[in-house]
């Protein structure tokens, strides 16, 4: 679909991804034992992939299955006393599982206002560095400005004594990380990776192994799991917090979403595409008349994600009017979010720009209605508008 711009919500299945989950699926429907092995072994497959693709050993990851999940298994693993700090307006799966614990065994929250388009910065963080302050959780990028956290240096500030967390979810796949930086990094692979649901990647580097303890590690992450008594010592590295063991053919199509990056080039190559398709996105926006939410942050700061706003024309009556020239993407409030990806074509910031003129040619007042607009958008609104008014609260922030 060339005008599909929404992988920062949800990135369309790959074909790579579709055929290894059909592949581990047939698998998963035969009884013999050889052909359980093959399907057991596609997760220890997925984490050597992933391990290439972060520069970490295989051992030291290990599959959720969601972003959600290995937010909250790090949040039980994280012991106190102590302060996590958490910037404000994060989305709010990188919020609750630090709320839900603290006050049972995990550190203080700390919720802390980002610095204009910048969620976080190393001068933010130092402002808030106290003592008590032992992790500070963090989107890579974020998911409306699209700007890309520093996290090499938000590590240099906090030092070897205090853990970074990454929530990378917006932007593996997307756009080069500082992955290395991270202490503990989650993300599952629905968005940029176009893996679907069911696995997520767990990275829990050596560094800091010993200061989480297996909060949620159930007889999957413990190295006797049939023994007479329990409990049983824990396996070495992110396996250690495993509740069970993940989702096979989810394992499988995220092992290959990893794999097809890592063959285009890895993310420098396939983020540069990502980058100049946005580009041009945008500019054709700002030709509109358009204000873009990310025109503050350098070249460098920027990940897949751009946010715009038409002034004097209605969010929705925007939203709705690309929707009905088949371009998709995400409305926030009085932004409209793109999130271009590698594949999409030249073509698409031509519907956009059409639909953007199609707009401002026919506008009669700060309601962002006329009769140019309603001409072309009422069918579509009539068509649509309950689909749409029920799927964006589903995922308002993603």
């Known amino acids: 679909m060339p005008g599909y711009l929404d992988h920062a919500r949800i990135g369309p299945l790959s074909r790579g991804a579709a055929a290894a989950t059909a592949a581990a699926t047939a698998l998963a429907g035969r009884a013999d034992p050889a052909d359980l092995d093959r399907l057991f072994a596609l997760g220890d497959a997925a984490r050597t992939s992933a391990a290439r693709l972060l520069e970490a050993r295989p051992h030291e990851i290990a599959l959720a299955p969601s972003t959600s999940n290995g937010l909250f298994t790090v949040a039980a693993a994280l012991r106190g006393p102590g302060t996590v700090l958490v910037p404000r307006g994060e989305f709010p799966a990188?919020?609750?599982?630090?709320?839900?614990?603290?006050?049972?065994?995990?550190?203080?929250?700390?919720?802390?206002?980002?610095?204009?388009?910048?969620?976080?910065?190393?001068?933010?963080l130092r402002r808030h560095?106290?003592?008590?302050?032992?992790a500070l959780t963090v989107s890579a990028v974020d998911s409306l400005t699209g700007h890309v956290a520093p996290l090499a240096a938000l590590k240099e500030?906090?030092?070897p004594d205090r853990l970074l967390i990454v929530d990378a979810v917006q932007g593996l796949g997307a756009v080069p990380l500082e992955a290395d930086a991270a202490d503990v990094l989650v993300s599952g692979g629905q968005k940029w990776l176009r893996a679907g649901w069911g696995a997520a990647l767990l990275l829990i580097r050596d560094r800091c192994g010993e200061r989480l303890a297996p909060g949620l590690g159930g007889w999957a992450g413990v190295t006797e799991p049939f023994a007479v008594r329990h409990p049983a010592p824990s396996l070495p590295g992110a396996a250690a917090h495993l509740a069970t063991?993940?989702?096979?053919?989810?394992?499988?199509?995220?092992?290959?979403?990893?794999?097809?990056?890592?063959?285009?080039?890895?993310?420098?190559?396939?983020?540069?595409?990502?980058?100049?398709?946005?580009?041009?996105?945008?500019?054709?926006?700002?030709r509109a008349g358009a204000e873009v939410l990310s025109d503050g942050l350098g070249h460098r700061e920027r990940a897949g994600i751009g946010s715009f706003r038409l002034p004097g024309h209605d969010p929705s009556t925007v939203h709705r009017t690309l929707e009905a020239a088949g371009l998709i993407a995400t409305r926030r409030d009085e932004w409209i979010r793109l999130s271009p990806h590698a594949s999409t074509p030249p073509a698409a910031a031509d519907l956009f720009a059409?639909?953007?003129?199609?707009?401002?040619?026919?506008?009669?007042?700060?309601?962002?209605?006329t009769s140019t607009t309603e001409s072309t958008t009422s069918t579509a609104e009539s068509s649509t508008r309950a689909r749409t008014d029920v799927q964006e609260p589903t995922c308002p922030t993603s």
């Open 129 to 134: 560095l106290t003592p008590d302050v032992t």
């Open 245 to 286: 063991n993940p989702d096979f053919p989810a394992a499988a199509a995220i092992g290959a979403a990893v794999d097809d990056l890592l063959d285009q080039g890895g993310p420098a190559v396939v983020g540069a595409r990502i980058r100049a398709t946005l580009a041009e996105l945008l500019d054709r926006a700002r």
């Open 354 to 369: 059409e639909a953007l003129r199609a707009l401002t040619h026919g506008t009669t007042g700060t309601t962002g209605t």
């Open 94 to 124: 990188n919020v609750y599982p630090w709320l839900r614990f603290a006050g049972r065994g995990g550190p203080d929250v700390r919720l802390v206002d980002p610095d204009g388009q910048r969620h976080i910065t190393a001068d933010l």
């Open 157 to 159: 500030v906090l030092g």
